[in-house]
């Protein structure tokens, strides 16, 4: 009997535009889906099979990665491209997509509406991570939709919904509702703008979080926290996003009110 031998194949990134090659052994195409035990969100440079019977194969480029699904065929179905700005923005990934998922399946949750006010790129980046590793582990597709857009991003998971954008954008589709937290990102807005235009959202019981840069601004925000804590808002945080921790610690804060 001939034995089978592993397949080399060709992967393509439309981001770099390079042709790599990957060898997959036959073992791997016929991994039974169904006798697997479930995993966690796959963390990039790692390998999967999905319930869809698709392998998953990563390739590390150096600032972003390039994730493959492949069929039992070795035929290449899908690949998507999902910019790193370090490991540790991308373990900060890992862990948002893991907390969208498990808020969205657990029945304490009400769900909400999470808003992130910015129009800084390295922010923007971070959501198109969050969005390309969150499609890849979704189940049930009926309950999740997004929209990716130049000035917006938008992610809708069972009654979750978060929403990356201008300020602007913000409020032209949430103003007078209730929103379950609001991030304002302070490196992309100046103070006296934000103060003009959130007076539109209801922010009661909302928690607040101030996102800065001290890379970029150079002094503590303060004028903008000064006015929330005067309209008797209490539930607000404050995080300079210039290391990687902060930018947790605002993943992590917007949270908060979710899962009661």
């Known amino acids: 009997m001939t034995e089978l031998q592993d397949l080399r194949l060709q992967a393509y990134c439309p981001k770099c535009k390079r042709t790599s090659w990957i060898e997959v052994s036959m073992d791997e195409l016929d991994l039974d889906v169904n006798n697997r035990s479930e995993s ?8 999967e099979v999905s319930d869809s019977g698709l392998f998953k194969r990563s390739l590390s480029h150096g600032d972003h990665i390039l994730l493959l699904e492949i069929d039992k065929n070795g035929t290449v179905r899908k690949e998507h491209v999902v910019s790193l700005v370090s490991s540790v923005v991308e373990n900060i990934v890992t862990q948002t997509v893991e907390r969208i998922i498990q808020t969205a399946k657990t029945p304490e949750s ?7 006010a910015s129009y800084s790129t390295p922010f923007r980046n971070f959501f198109k991570s969050v969005l390309s590793i969150l499609m890849l582990n979704i189940e ?3 309950s999740f939709h997004t929209q990716i857009e130049h000035s917006h991003i938008e992610i809708f998971y ?23 937290s609001l991030t304002i990102d302070l490196g992309s807005l100046e103070e006296s703008y934000v ?9 009661q019981d909302s928690t607040i979080t101030i996102a800065y840069n001290s890379r970029n601004l150079g002094r503590t925000p303060t004028i903008l926290l000064n006015y929330l804590i005067g309209k008797g808002y ?18 992590e804060a917007s949270f908060e009110n979710i899962i009661r």
């Open 40 to 47: 966690r969100v796959p963390i990039p440079l790692t390998r």
């Open 195 to 203: 103060i003009g235009v959130i007076k539109d959202f209801s922010l």
């Open 110 to 116: 009400d769900g909400g509406t999470m808003l992130y």
């Open 140 to 142: 049930d597709e009926s």
């Open 158 to 180: 069972n009654r979750l919904s978060i929403i990356e954008g201008g300020l602007e954008k913000l409020r032209e589709h949430y103003k007078g509702k209730r929103v379950t």
């Open 234 to 251: 209490s539930n607000i945080s404050l995080f300079d996003y210039a290391t990687g921790q902060g930018l947790s610690n605002i993943i």
